[in-house]
């Protein structure tokens, strides 16, 4: 018998085989004295060490982040451990306290509050995705968290807006926020009240992108009349197309 790990071994068998036990194993059968085994006794020594093997890989699985029931049962299926398997590792996770669900999404909510932008529709929906029932219950956050968030969101992409009009800024800001989990009570009296302004070097850039593949094209009143609407479908609306034309 070789050590391979902390806690697992390489037993040779007469025929000059071998297969890798963990520690729990050998002592549970006492395999450390050489003896010969029986067809039924080694087949349930293969499928206890199996098991050993599989709540060893949920373990380590687990030190890495707090783990739902699920996601270890993913793990184990993708590791190939049979069902029956995956349902004893669950059961002693369960009783040795590695799988709490009350503590499991409150800590997902608060990370989720603190280093992340989403809002609480998307956060019960992930969690509800993980395989966890009622959570609304434990978003028990203050309104005032999700305002600053929507405003600091607003206010972000404001400052990065390059190619947007005020009006599809706006919207697209809006389905943002949809798409983030923020329901419309939330973001919808922020969006109203924001003073957002046309950024007048995207106006420019978008008359300068019209001229260059229209002019030329159309007399001067033609060019005018398209332009308007080119900039109104761009969300520009009551545009001096005279001074815009002149500058």
Not at 35 to 45: C, M, Q, R, S, V
Not at 158 to 169: A, D, G, M, T, Y
Not at 172 to 181: E, M, Y
Not at 202 to 220: A, P
Request: aromatic residues 12%; proline residues 1%; positive net charge.
């Amino acid at each position: 018998m070789s050590k391979k790990s902390n806690n697992l071994y390489k037993i040779e068998f007469s025929d000059n085989t071998s297969l890798n036990f963990y520690d729990d194993t050998i002592i549970k059968y006492n395999l450390l004295i050489n003896k010969k085994l029986d067809a039924k006794t080694f087949k349930e020594i293969i499928a206890y060490n199996d098991e050993v093997s599989a709540y060893y890989k949920a373990i380590n699985y687990i030190k890495q982040k707090l783990r739902t029931k699920k996601e270890i049962e993913n793990k184990l299926k993708k590791l190939n451990y049979n069902k029956e398997i995956i349902s004893n590792v669950i059961k002693k996770l369960e009783n040795q306290g590695y799988l709490n669900d009350e503590l499991y999404i409150k800590s997902y909510i608060n990370d989720q509050i603190n280093l992340s932008i989403k809002g609480p529709k998307k956060i019960i929906n992930e969690l509800e995705k993980l395989g966890f029932k009622n959570v609304d219950e434990y978003l028990n956050v203050d309104n005032d968290i999700w305002i600053n968030k929507i405003n600091k969101i607003i206010t972000k992409k404001e400052k990065s807006n390059h190619n947007l009009s005020k009006i599809f800024l706006i919207n697209k800001i809006k389905s943002d926020l949809i798409n983030l989990g923020y329901p419309d009570y939330l973001y919808k009296d922020i969006l109203e009240n924001y003073e957002f302004v046309d950024n007048p070097d995207i106006l420019k850039k978008e008359v300068n992108k019209f001229l260059k593949k229209y002019q030329g094209k159309y007399n001067k009143d033609e060019i005018k009349y398209k332009l308007k609407g080119y900039l109104y479908s761009k969300g520009f609306n009551n545009c001096d197309i005279d001074d815009l034309l002149n500058n």
